[in-house]
C-alpha cells in the first residue's frame, strides 16, 4: 500500500477543511474522516463543551491523542484547526499523507464564520481570534506540502485545484 496514501487539510477554522474534505474523498474515491469528530465520538462532548469544562490546553491533548491514535489509509483527513500545535500529531499524519493548507485570509475567515463563542477553537481567553490566526498561519505553512489559496473561490474551484495537484504528482 502508498505510504502516503492520505491527503491531509489544515487550516484555520472556516478555511473549509471539512467541506473540501467531502468533495475531495468523493472525486478521489477515498474515504473520509474529520478529527473534530473523532474527539468528540471519542468523549462524547462537543469541543466546544471541552473547552469550556477542561480548557484549551485539554483540547490540544485530546486533539494530539486522536490524532496519534488514527491509523488510516486512503483517506481525506480533515484536522481541527490546532492541529498544528502538536509536532507530534503532525509528523504522525505526515508519515501516510500530503499536507495541503487550505490558505484564507484573516478577512475571508471572519467573513465566513459567525459562531467563534460554539465552535469549540483551542485559544487562549485573553487572545483575539486575529492573534490566533497570526500564531498559526507560521505552523501551517511550515506543516504543508502544498498551499491552495482558497480566498474568493467556491468549493469546487478549490476541489478541482486540489485534484490537479495531486494529479501531477
Known amino acids: 500500500m502508498n505510504k502516503k496514501s492520505n491527503i491531509v487539510l489544515i487550516g484555520m477554522p472556516g478555511a ?22 473523532l474527539i468528540q465520538r471519542k468523549y462524547g462532548d462537543a469541543l466546544q463543551e471541552i473547552v469550556n469544562t477542561e480548557g484549551y490546553l485539554k483540547l490540544r491533548d485530546i486533539e494530539e491523542e486522536v490524532i496519534c491514535g488514527t491509523k488510516r489509509f486512503e483517506h481525506v483527513i ?32 471572519t467573513r465566513r464564520v459567525t459562531d467563534f463563542d ?15 490566526f497570526n500564531e498559526r ?5 511550515r506543516y504543508a506540502d502544498y498551499i491552495i489559496d482558497c480566498n474568493l473561490k467556491n468549493q469546487d474551484t478549490i476541489t478541482n485545484e486540489i485534484c490537479r495537484l495531486l494529479d501531477s504528482l
Open 137 to 141: 498561519y507560521p505552523l501551517y505553512e
Open 16 to 37: 473549509g477543511k471539512s467541506t473540501i474534505g467531502v468533495l475531495l474523498a468523493k472525486r478521489m474515491a477515498l474515504d473520509f474522516v474529520d478529527t473534530d469528530l
Open 78 to 109: 480533515a484536522t481541527g484547526g490546532s492541529a498544528v500545535y502538536s509536532d507530534k500529531a503532525m509528523m504522525h499524519l505526515k508519515e501516510r499523507a500530503i499536507v495541503v493548507f487550505l490558505n484564507v485570509t484573516y478577512e475571508e475567515i
Open 118 to 132: 460554539t465552535r469549540g477553537i483551542a485559544m487562549r481567553a485573553d487572545q483575539t481570534f486575529e492573534d490566533l
